[in-house]
């Protein structure tokens, strides 16, 4: 017999007893793989996508990702991450999660993730990790992706637990924070912290608006609450061209936000929302100055986010801007949001302004519905509420109605405020201001007004102001038509 048989019959005992003892002994786990990657953002990239490709073997139970790099000069790197399934622009199937410049590492796996990522089978094949600079310095950025692969067996499949869709049946004026933020993206809070806020603050519907990720739309059932409607939602975020709310959204719906003016998809992207029965609200549209001005074509959206958090300059240009459009026939939904990042008692608070709406339910389908046709209007707390109301003849129409007009007839508008402690309340259609009032000193105000039949507005609406001129509540419009002959 030769040295080399008898050498290999040995070792076939060996591994034979071997095979014997693993019967008994358990297998000690497979080490963590670490995967290393880097590379330079020159000065000159802003706003560009750079896709890092990751090999990712079979077996691998779950993804970590840590994202290093230097700070200095306020350079900013944004993260996200695609897995086989797809990543280009336009295509979501592989979405695994996002969360811009708010974490700087992050796992995956089948049965949890780190918020705003999505727990799911950690397929083999390459992933995608997607770095986007939204500032830089003037030397660039440089960075490093340490990626580490830990093996093991699948476990039991993540189950998304979605927020009903029906909170209640009873019509109603219903009370709601339109834009939010929790860790899911740069916000501060829990989402159990966020939903106790609400409902302190007295919300009766928040929707959820984390950045580019709908990973907290697929948990918002695990908080949900007696008579709080838990909306999902998408603050889709374009840093270089600004920001829109998708409102409205089934929980498994995502919206893609890595597209610029010139490719002219912006109504290939809204048309999704619209699909679902949501609604596209263009976001603080002149915040800051410097940044997310907004870019994309008005024609395509519901509505505008015209007051963001406290009232401002840029809330001011908001309003004018969104008049102006009212004045060129553009029958665009004014909103009121909180932009809530951190919680009370900061300024940026859950509920301050907020958006009162008048819908047959306290459901998604019923909220949607009385944003789509405008009966809408916007306060600076829980404490102030407002009818506003016109008259023509036998006719009625309230906030986001329309008022059908015989010739010959005058308009009757009357405004009953409450919860307003000073100020002055103004009326206005196309052409300014056409009727003011003090709020009373003390106890509700109720205000009459009269327009002549000639020249009558084509809309009215609105406004209450404190005496140093910030806003308290703003109404959507009454349109006013001439009644058919």
């Avoid at 998304?160 to 860790?183: C, I, M």
């Avoid at 409607?229 to 995502?254: K, M, P, Q, S």
């Avoid at 009558?456 to 910030?470: F, H, I, M, N, Q």
């Amino acid at each position: 017999m030769s040295a080399r048989i008898k050498t290999w019959q040995q070792r076939a005992g060996w591994w034979s007893l071997l095979g014997l003892l693993a019967l008994a002994v358990p297998v000690a786990a497979q080490a963590p793989v670490e995967v290393v990657r880097q590379g330079h953002v020159p000065a000159d990239s802003l706003y560009r996508l750079f896709y890092v490709p990751i090999e990712v073997p079979a077996g691998t139970a779950e993804i970590r990702v840590r994202e290093d790099y230097d700070h200095a000069g306020g350079g900013v790197l944004n993260m996200g991450i695609y897995d086989p399934a797809g990543y280009q622009p336009g295509t979501l199937a592989g979405f695994r999660g996002w969360s811009g410049g708010a974490k700087t590492a992050f796992f995956i796996n089948g049965q949890a993730a780190s918020t705003g990522y999505v727990p799911g089978p950690v397929e083999a094949g390459t992933w995608r990790v997607l770095l986007y600079p939204s500032t830089i310095a003037p030397a660039g950025i440089d960075w490093k992706l340490t990626v580490t692969l830990v093996p093991g067996a699948a476990g039991p499949a993540f189950r998304p637990t979605p927020a009903p869709a029906v909170a209640n049946t009873r019509p109603g004026w219903y009370q709601g924070d339109l834009h939010l933020h929790t860790l899911h993206s740069d916000g501060r809070r829990t989402p159990q912290e966020l939903t106790d806020e609400a409902v302190a603050q007295g919300l009766d519907f928040l929707v959820s608006t984390e950045h580019n990720t709908n990973s907290a739309n697929l948990s918002w059932g695990a908080y949900a609450r007696p008579n709080l409607l838990l909306i999902n939602g998408e603050e889709v975020t374009t840093t270089a061209f600004g920001h829109w709310n998708a409102l409205g959204l089934d929980y498994t719906t995502l919206i893609d936000w890595r597209y610029a003016p010139r490719d002219s998809s912006i109504a290939r992207y809204v048309a999704q929302v619209h699909a679902v029965g949501g609604l596209a609200i263009i976001n603080h549209p002149f915040f800051p100055d410097t940044i997310n001005r907004f870019r994309f074509g008005v024609r395509h959206f519901d509505g505008i986010e015209v007051w963001n958090g406290r009232w401002d300059a840029r809330n001011e240009h908001a309003l004018a801007w969104w008049d102006a459009l009212l004045r060129q026939g553009h029958s665009l939904l004014a909103v009121a949001a909180s932009d809530t990042h951190t919680a009370a008692p900061s300024p940026n608070q859950l509920g301050r302004p907020r958006t009162v709406v008048r819908a047959g339910s306290l459901s998604r389908a019923g909220i949607m519905q009385g944003l789509r046709r405008g009966r809408a209007y916007l306060v600076a707390d829980r404490s102030i509420g407002l009818t506003l109301t016109a008259r023509a003849g036998s006719h009625t129409a309230g906030i986001g109605d329309t008022l059908a007009v015989a010739a010959g007839h005058a308009v009757r508008v009357v405004l009953e405020l409450r919860g307003a402690a000073a100020g002055t309340v103004t009326l206005h259609g196309e052409g300014g201001v056409l009727a003011r009032g003090p709020v009373a000193a003390s106890g509700p105000t109720a205000l009459h007004w009269q327009l002549p039949a000639a020249g009558l507005p084509r809309y009215l609406r609105a406004e209450v102001r404190t005496p140093a001129g910030a806003m308290l509540a703003l109404t959507n419009p009454i349109w006013v038509l001439p009644a058919p002959r």
